[in-house]
T-cell receptor
Framework: AQSVTQLDSQVPVFEEAPVELRCNYSSSVSVYLFWYVQYPNQGLQLLLKYLSGSTLVKGINGFEAEFNKSQTSFHLRKPSVHISDTAEYFCAVSERSQGNLIFGKGTKLSVKP | GAVVSQHPSWVICKSGTSVKIECRSLDFQATTMFWYRQFPKQSLMLMATSNEGSKATYEQGVEKDKFLINHASLTLSTLTVTSAHPEDSSFYIC??????????????FGPGTRLLVL
């Protein structure tokens, strides 16, 4: 069975600063990895995904993530955040690209002016 | 991009009544849809996987007689919470699987339905 750990429940950061949201997973098989963003009272929006190929994945809104198989990590990064990036971010894993997703508990990113 | 809608976005009901939530894929056909629930300050928990034309597959601990799922067409799945109780109050989110060439399927999520049972 897979599991996802997001170590930080809340990350406060100042506008234009870089940010990294951490995600570690465990699985006995090959997995696909996803990052979703949830704005208040809204559903989830896909930021980026890793299915295969290059381990550095670029997504929307300037976010990117790097798949590290040896460390079983898929950390999300952005070099310069905006106030509008304030939201909750969920890391998720699935055994196959169309299978059900297992979510981490989420990280609330708060960007302050 | 692919759009998934849910209706209603908000529902308040009395204990003992049934509530139906619709999930639609607006611009693509989805052979598979998923239903999640999210409690306050917690992550999404998969409730069931819904395949068009067949019975839903429920996750362990989810009562199939309480949470009825119907996936009658490639663009519509419904979740009915039967005899709702206050503990069923939650945020229910559906997702639809858009099949793309090369197996690059992605789940697209609806905006969610907030259920409050009084």
């Amino acid at each position: 069975a897979q599991s996802v750990t997001q170590l930080d429940s809340q990350v406060p950061v100042f506008e234009e600063a870089p940010v990294e949201l951490r995600c570690n997973y465990s699985s006995s098989v090959s997995v696909y990895l996803f990052w979703y963003v949830q704005y208040p009272n809204q559903g989830l929006q896909l930021l980026l995904k890793y299915l295969s190929g290059s381990t550095l994945v670029k997504g929307i809104n300037g976010f990117e993530a790097e798949f590290n198989k040896s460390q079983t990590s898929f950390h999300l990064r952005k070099p310069s955040v905006h106030i509008s990036d304030t939201a909750e971010y969920f890391c998720a894993v699935s055994e196959r690209s169309q299978g059900n997703l297992i979510f981490g508990k989420g990280t609330k990113l708060s960007v302050k002016p | 991009g692919a759009v998934v809608s849910q209706h209603p976005s908000w529902v308040i009901c009395k204990s003992g009544t049934s509530v139906k939530i619709e999930c639609r894929s607006l611009d693509f056909q989805a052979t598979t849809m998923f239903w999640y629930r999210q409690f306050p300050k917690q992550s999404l928990m998969l409730m069931a996987t819904s395949n068009e034309g067949s019975k839903a597959t429920y996750e362990q601990g989810v009562e199939k007689d309480k949470f009825l799922i119907n996936h009658a067409s490639l663009t519509l799945s419904t979740l009915t919470v039967t005899s709702a109780h206050p503990e069923d109050s939650s945020f229910y989110i559906c997702s639809a699987n858009q099949g793309l060439a090369g197996g690059q399927e992605t789940q697209y999520f609806g905006p969610g339905t907030r259920l409050l049972v009084l």
